[in-house]
Antibody, heavy 114, light 106 residues
Framework: EVQLVESGGGLIQPGGSLRLSCAVSGFTVWNNYMTWIRHPPGKGLEWVSVVFSRGDRFYADSVKGRFTISRDRSENTLYLDLTSLTAGDTAVYYC????????WGRGTQVTVSS | DIQMTQSPSTISASIGDRVTIACRASQSIDRWLAWYQHKPGKAPKVLIYEASKLGGGVPSRFSGSGSGTEFTLTISSLQPDDFATYYCQRYNGHSETFGQGTKVEV
């Protein structure tokens, strides 16, 4: 059974940083497409970042230069480092595999507020 | 960046209705389009990938069609469990944009 479990969210002040983790079992993170998607309150789904099987990484314009996606082969874990956070980054953050495989975590809440 | 535009933003429907949601890409995305169902407090669920392939465990009343810039999600006979918000998403590219969503309500 494939499971994705996000962690690392919480309440953070504007300008702060967080590291989100997505621990995966039953599926190999290292050589597969993995993505982060967020759902801000009262808004639609927003794509954040993707890492392709060969390692290419891409980011939404709204997070480019502030967020970094990475993965750890030994831990089979996907990460998202968030820096220079603003209220606009408040959302539930999900990790997911490609739509073809269709696995999602349950999400972790990030709240940016003073 | 490629923009994804969904229509309509809201659909009022009844059980048994045939429901159609449209998604338009600002430039060709071949068949790299997915459809998701999202309910409050839950993770989104993949319904369709590569424009027309049914996701795992998805009922056959859901279908997708299209290629290039015009895509459609169809629910052939709306069931009580189908009231939700639906999103299209362009993927497998440098910017994997979602449409703005279509809420299917009673």
């Amino acid at each position: 059974e494939v499971q994705l479990v996000e962690s690392g969210g919480g309440l953070i002040q504007p300008g702060g940083s967080l590291r989100l983790s997505c621990a995966v079992s039953g599926f190999t993170v290292w050589n597969n497409y993995m993505t982060w998607i967020r759902h801000p309150p009262g808004k639609g789904l927003e794509w954040v970042s993707v890492v392709f099987s060969r390692g290419d990484r891409f980011y939404a314009d709204s997070v480019k230069g502030r967020f970094t996606i990475s993965r750890d082969r030994s831990e089979n874990t996907l990460y998202l480092d968030l820096t220079s956070l603003t209220a606009g980054d408040t959302a539930v953050y999900y990790c997911a595999t490609s739509p073809g495989t269709g696995y999602w975590g349950r999400g972790t809440q990030v709240t940016v507020s003073s | 960046d490629i923009q994804m535009t969904q229509s309509p933003s809201t659909i009022s429907a009844s059980i048994g209705d045939r429901v159609t949601i449209a998604c338009r890409a600002s430039q060709s995305i071949d068949r790299w389009l997915a459809w998701y169902q999202h309910k409050p407090g839950k993770a989104p669920k993949v319904l369709i990938y590569e424009a027309s392939k049914l996701g795992g465990g998805v009922p056959s009343r859901f279908s997708g069609s299209g290629s290039g810039t015009e895509f459609t999600l169809t629910i052939s006979s709306l069931q009580p469990d189908d009231f939700a918000t639906y999103y299209c998403q362009r993927y497998n590219g440098h910017s994997e944009t979602f449409g703005q969503g279509t809420k299917v309500e009673v």
